[in-house]
């Protein structure tokens, strides 16, 4: 390992100035700017102090308060040839030895002979004088600036790349500037502030004045700082209207990133337009414009003719609130066109247009894919009210009618106006639209329009999960449709490519599945299955039978959600493990984990561990032997027997409840008598007939295990901390 020669230290400061960057791709360029100077640096041999990086859209920062002022100095033991090779017998030097002290240039005299693994080498010792940090930035920078990469990037001055034309850069380094070029533009010392409130250049000598200064010229560099400030503006803005702002942070850091010296001001809009729903609303402001929409403190939280804009520069003539509200007037005009139009149009009406419009070329329209959601919830429903007759009650005609009565319309409103310039309102218009046109109905329909919007989610990481049992139902068909369509033609996701979400998809499937108890008599094969088949009964050809695949890709999925619910991967294996042989519903799975995980912190576990896994090695393949009572020598071998045929009925009984802890419970009676068993008798016994009997007892111990996991998995004490 080389030596290292500490040095005195000053700071580094880099500043990139840009023409205005997308908001989106800020916050990640910055954290690749701090990992690139950081390896970069080290490859360099130049301690520092941590770095520190900050941005606007039209500038990146990154910092050091101490970077050395020289490389350290390195000593590197270089190996050569083998000793025994290198040294006749008379131990005169060959060509070998000769050779490497030459490359080297120093005399064969001052060559070691290290001890290693593979036995003596020569070897020599080499010091590196580390060169001073002012001559290596001048092509450090550089480096760490075309480092960055950028999902687009665009092409000036040459062939270099990046997110935006260059237009200044500021290096210093020791009080001094570091002089280079990068994109045709030379770094020098001095910065720029606001772009409209202070566009003037300005001097910068250190970075405690650097920050002075560019505050001075209305620059926040700091992002955290300018989320607070807008987060308070917008927090002092809905005292005064009496409103609220409901929580949207990927809003808030969207307006951080999109300015340089927010301020938050507040506008009205017609009172006419609250006639549309609020969603419609909110989303107009929010994905359009960027703005906040503000509600009613009230519990219906319906929308106040107020909107939230934060821009980045000072209104003090209310010249640009102005210019806002006539924008947002225009998009909540055509929002409402949209909305009046999509009214005239019930759901069912509009369910004959989704022929005309294409789900995937290979699997057919969005009324083909309507068509299997409504079969493959028929099948749900009816499995669900043959086992739980207490569902059937739900509404008027049960869970199956309400199937019958909205599952036709799930997709509907994907044609309507209002989905085609909001695509994220998909479900929120089918649920507007079946609710306007049943409000005056005590209808199925009316009551469980909110399943239309349900059967879209969970929608991403972290969303909710559908409330209702129909939503629950609709959701479980439509993901495991997409599923099985998508493998059936080879669509497999690979990679980071995953254009239908299938991983997100099959994650919010089992989520559901899991969530409910409804869904317990519901096994993963038998639901791909049920889809496969209506895809056949339309014709549609696959490359391949999706089963056995789609059922491996959802049992993937099983293992990412338990293990982001904190299951040990240990824990994670046993329950899972087997279930191909033995399926069980996801409900039960994560019960199963959950019990377990309680389970192993209890005294007895690993001992019981310890007595399954001893079993378990004994047992030979291919033995078919049935427990001979008769053929018992030692009176162990009838108490275990006693206690194994007590703990099939007790785990028989729990699993049927079911009560995984129960479970649990019963297989640790076996303990005592098992670990008996093993002190008092011999397994292997010299006869035949004695020695198969008793391996055929500690088989049914072993397939009791098996039932609820393969505990081979488990890792004993101390190992699963590892």
């Given amino acids: 390992m080389p030596s290292i020669k500490r040095s005195i230290t000053s700071e580094l400061f880099i500043e990139i100035g840009v023409e205005e960057m997308p908001s989106g791709v800020i916050a990640q360029t910055l954290a690749a700017l701090r990992e690139n100077a950081e390896r970069l640096t ?46 006749d017998a008379e131990g005169n030097p060959t060509p070998a030895a000769i050779g490497f002290a030459k490359l080297h240039n120093i005399p064969v005299s001052k060559l070691s002979v290290v001890q290693t693994e593979k036995g003596e080498y020569l070897s020599v010792e080499k010091k590196t004088i580390g060169k001073p940090t002012s001559a290596i930035l001048k092509d450090l920078i550089p480096e760490i600036i075309a480092s960055l990469r950028f999902p687009k990037a665009m092409r000036w001055n040459g062939t270099i790349s990046f997110i935006r034309p260059i237009r200044w850069m500021v290096a210093l380094y020791n009080l001094k500037t570091v002089s280079y070029s990068f994109a045709a533009v030379k770094s020098g010392n001095r910065s720029f502030g606001h772009r409209l409130l202070a566009p003037e250049s300005f001097l910068v000598t250190t970075f405690a004045s650097y920050k002075k200064e560019i505050r001075k010229r209305f620059v926040i560099i700091d992002p955290n700082e300018r989320h607070s400030k807008i987060k308070q503006g917008i927090n002092d803005i809905v005292k005064k209207v009496s409103g609220i702002v409901e929580e949207d942070d990927a809003l808030l850091w969207k307006a951080a990133y999109s300015t340089e010296y927010p301020e938050v001001i507040c506008g009205t809009f017609d009172k006419g337009f609250l006639t549309i729903p609020k969603e419609i609303i909110a989303t107009a402001m929010k994905e359009h414009q960027g703005y906040f929409p503000v509600s009613e403190k009230k519990e219906t939280q319906n929308a106040l003719p107020h909107f939230i804009a934060v821009i980045n520069n000072k209104d003090k003539k209310g010249i640009i609130q102005k210019g806002c509200e006539r924008v947002l007037r225009a998009r909540l005009s055509d929002a409402r066109f949209c909305f009046e139009e999509d009214c005239k149009l019930t759901l069912e009406k509009r369910v004959p247009a989704l022929k005309g419009v294409s789900f995937q070329n290979k699997l057919g329209t969005l009324y083909d894919k309507t068509e299997r959601i409504v079969a493959v919830s028929k099948w749900i429903a009816q499995k669900i009210e043959a086992v739980t007759p207490a569902i059937s009650q739900q509404g008027k005609g049960g869970i199956l009618e309400e199937v019958r009565q909205i599952a036709p319309l799930c997709k509907a409103d994907l044609i309507t106006g209002v989905v085609r310039e909001f695509p994220s309102l998909q479900g929120v218009m089918g649920r507007v639209l079946m609710s306007r046109h049943s409000e005056s109905e005590e209808t199925a329909s009316h009551l469980n329009a909110d399943a239309i919007e349900e059967h879209y989610q969970p929608r991403f990481s972290g969303d909710a999960l559908p409330k209702r049992l129909l939503g629950q139902i609709l959701s479980v068909s439509d993901k495991i449709d997409t599923i099985v369509g998508c493998f059936g033609i080879g669509m497999i996701p690979t990679g980071s490519e995953d254009p239908y979400a299938l991983r997100r998809q099959g994650l919010g499937l089992i989520q559901i599945l899991s969530s409910n108890r409804t869904f317990r008599p519901f096994f993963l ?35 990412s959600y338990l293990q982001l619910g904190g299951a040990r991967h240990d824990i994670v294996n046993t329950v899972l493990t087997n279930k191909t042989l033995i399926p069980f519903p996801p409900c039960d799975i994560f019960a199963m984990a959950e019990a377990l ?14 007595c399954y896994k001893r079993a378990a090695r004994i047992l030979v393949s291919g033995l078919n032997v049935k427990v001979n009572p008769a053929l018992f020598k030692e009176k162990v071998e009838g108490t275990l027997w006693r206690s194994i045929l007590e703990a099939v009925k007790e785990v028989d009984i729990r699993y049927e ?21 093993f002190s008092d008798v011999l397994v292997m016994d010299p006869s035949e007939e004695i020695r198969k009997n008793r391996m055929a007892l500690l088989r049914v111990v072993v397939n009791l295990f098996d039932r609820f996991g393969d505990f081979s998995k488990i890792q004993e004490a101390g190992e699963a901390n590892k």
């Fill in 42 to 87: 080290k490859e360099a041999a130049l301690s520092h102090a941590p770095f520190e990086v900050f941005g606007t859209p039209r500038r990146l920062i990154l910092y050091t308060p101490s970077l050395s002022e020289k490389q350290e100095d390195r000593i590197e033991t270089l190996m050569g040839p083998p000793k025994k090779i290198s040294f």
């Fill in 525 to 559: 094969p038998d639901l791909v299955l049920e889809s496969v088949r209506h895809y056949e009964n339309q014709k549609i050809s696959f490359k391949t039978n999706p089963t056995l695949d789609v059922s491996q890709f959802l049992k993937l999925r099983m293992v």
């Fill in 597 to 610: 995980s309680a389970f192993c912190t209890k005294p007895l576990f690993n001992p019981l561990i310890t």
């Fill in 657 to 677: 409840r079911p009560n995984f802890n129960g479970v649990l419970e019963a297989l640790a009676t076996l303990y005592v008598p098992l670990n008996q068993f």
